[in-house]
């Protein structure tokens, strides 16, 4: 039987349905981008002056400008200053004034003094919203495809986005910000696996290797530049997110997910579109292959509907999920901590943030022409490596080069780590995508996408440059090594084909046997397919047929991988070894 990665070979490979794949779909993370990231604008903090009736009133600055009115708040008082305070001589300010032209949701609703802890309260909530869309997002992916999903999700992101730019308070703008973040955290999870599923083994790693993410972030850049305005900057995220619903009219759903269905039927239109966009002819085989996945599946499945505990059973399959989901954590911790920190560095807000995204377009390409070449996990070893070294040279810096120059220079060094910090998540994308197979994709994808939004609400508390930056350093440097050294611990993946079902993929990772139980004709017995695989003594393939596996007078299966070993079936009188994995 062909691997459904050799029919992609056959029909084309990297063609004209794949191209449409990448503009149509992956596209999409472009404005999930610019609609995660505006809280980096919208959580930014003018310089402002105190109003208190008797001392500086709103009758005096209403016909000043900026720069007047700061030489006023300066001279009101003796000894001291009405700039950036919340109280003159034991009385709290009755309202405040926001120097500069930006409108942002601190000036908006006075998120200052008493409120101050607002700002990193609502990104993390938005992030809170992402983790629950994550967690739901791989089960809803797994359940009702991945097209349904990801269109859905993407939709109602442009709708809260349009909503949100009419918030009334702070509190409304919040509850806004989570239902956002969970249509972010649905849309993360489907948009690598979806389209990745319908790419050749030798192209698999280009999907997370095209920079959307930073191109969005820095088209949002010259957005907030140009806009200046937390309401506008919604609106426009909801506008421009239309065009991408666009190809849920054009794009099928993913025919690998449709075989593990059973609608055998539709997987193979879907290949004979593929076929026919890339010039070629669907080979004959294509039908046997759907229904090997189908028929394969359906006899593991047994009726059962895949969940996230389905990615603890067996410990190669435990240890996968366990060090992916680490490693996420802590790549979103450090990735959203220096992004929504960019205020804190020196110099123009507006070239922070196009300077921490820009980037990352040479780490992107670095990523791609190096995870082909020397693997998934050298790649990560190398970047993982960079970041810890940049963040412990924060630490250094931090603590004794002088203050104007230390500035400076930790800029820098966040930089260097950020950019390694993106392009080993590039990389990890890929290897996470090609760790699972078909039937539990999303649901890997998407628990190791939920332990990243922990490590982003987690995020500007924890890597909090202005008010704790040695510690924010030491955390970076000690999260980043912890990293390095758990990915020795992952297999790699480079040029395999990706497993269609969970047996596939408990077999391929299987290490050395500790426990063989042999069993002949006429043995009875019980066991759990996750921790076991099948060996025949005559060097037949044996394939174990579902999650708990019964058997009873087995007969040995002289047929390919994938028989049901509960079914009598004629066969000369042979052993086969039951190996615990």
């Not at 083994?201 to 937390?230: K, N, Q, T, Y």
């Not at 047994?302 to 389905?310: H, I, M, Q, T, V």
């Amino acid at each position: 039987m062909a691997a459904i990665e050799h029919i992609f070979d056959d029909i084309g490979g990297f063609s004209r349905f794949q191209i449409l794949m990448i503009a149509l779909v992956y596209t999409m993370k472009f404005m999930i981008a610019w609609s995660t990231m505006l809280l980096s604008f919208a959580g930014y903090k003018d310089d402002y002056v105190c109003i208190i009736d008797g001392v500086f009133n709103q009758s005096v600055i209403q016909y000043l400008g900026d720069s007047e009115i700061r030489q006023e708040a300066e001279i009101s008082i003796q000894n001291g200053t009405l700039i950036n305070v919340c109280e003159v001589d034991g009385k709290s300010c009755q309202d405040f004034h926001f120097l500069g032209v930006k409108r942002t949701m601190i000036s908006e609703w006075n998120l200052i003094c008493d409120l101050r802890w607002m700002k990193a309260t609502i990104t993390s909530v938005q992030f809170g919203g992402v983790l629950t869309g994550a967690v739901f997002g791989g089960q809803s992916g797994d359940y009702f495809g991945r097209k349904k999903t990801l269109y859905g999700s993407y939709l109602l992101n442009a709708v809260f986005n349009a909503i949100a730019a009419y918030s009334t308070s702070w509190q409304m703008f919040t509850v806004m910000r989570f239902l956002i973040g969970i249509q972010i955290g649905v849309v993360l999870v489907i948009i690598v696996p979806y389209p990745t599923e319908f790419f050749p083994l030798r192209w698999r790693h280009s999907i997370p290797a095209i920079p959307m993410w930073p191109l969005g972030v820095l088209a949002f850049a010259g957005g907030a530049w140009l806009l200046e305005d937390w309401a506008h900057l919604h609106l426009a995220c909801a506008i421009l997110s239309v065009p991408g619903l666009l190809g849920y009219f054009y794009i099928p759903e993913s025919a690998r997910w449709l075989a593990t269905k059973g609608r055998q039927t539709e997987a193979y239109a879907v290949l004979k579109k593929m076929a026919k966009v890339n010039g070629r002819e669907l080979p004959e085989a294509a039908m046997d292959t759907i229904k090997t996945i189908a028929v394969t599946e359906k006899t593991s499945r047994k009726g059962k509907e895949y969940s996230y505990l389905d990615l603890f059973k067996g410990r190669a399959t435990t240890k996968l999920t366990v060090i992916f989901s680490f490693q996420w954590f802590i790549l979103s911790s450090v990735f959203y901590g220096l992004s929504f920190a960019v205020s804190s560095f020196a110099g123009n807000i507006y070239l922070n943030i196009f300077l921490m995204n820009v980037a990352e377009l040479p780490a992107y390409l670095l990523s791609f022409l190096l995870i082909d070449r020397i693997g998934r996990r050298w790649t990560c070893l190398g970047f993982f490596g960079i970041a810890s070294l940049a963040s412990f040279a924060c630490v250094g810096i931090h603590l004794k080069a002088p203050e104007e120059l230390s500035k400076r220079l930790i800029s820098a060094f966040c930089l260097a780590a950020k950019l390694a910090v993106a392009a080993c998540w590039s990389a990890s994308q890929t290897w996470v995508t090609e760790s699972y197979p078909t039937v539990t994709r999303s649901l890997g994808y998407g628990f190791a996408n939920t332990s990243s939004r922990v490590g982003a609400i987690i995020a500007p508390f924890v890597i909090n440059l202005d008010e704790m930056p040695l510690f924010a350093y030491i955390l970076m440097a000690t999260l980043n090594l912890l990293s390095t050294i758990s990915t020795y611990f992952l297999p790699e993946t480079r040029h395999k084909v990706m497993a269609e079902t969970v047996q596939e993929t408990v077999q391929e990772l299987s290490g050395p046997a500790d426990h063989k139980a042999e069993i002949t004709n006429g043995s009875k017995g019980k066991m759990s397919a996750y921790d076991h695989k099948v060996e025949s003594d005559a060097g037949r393939p044996v394939m174990i047929s579902g999650p708990e596996l019964e058997f009873q007078d087995i007969s040995i299966p002289s047929k390919e991988a994938g028989v049901d070993l509960k079914t009598d079936l004629e066969t000369e009188n042979e052993t086969i070894s039951i190996v615990k994995l």
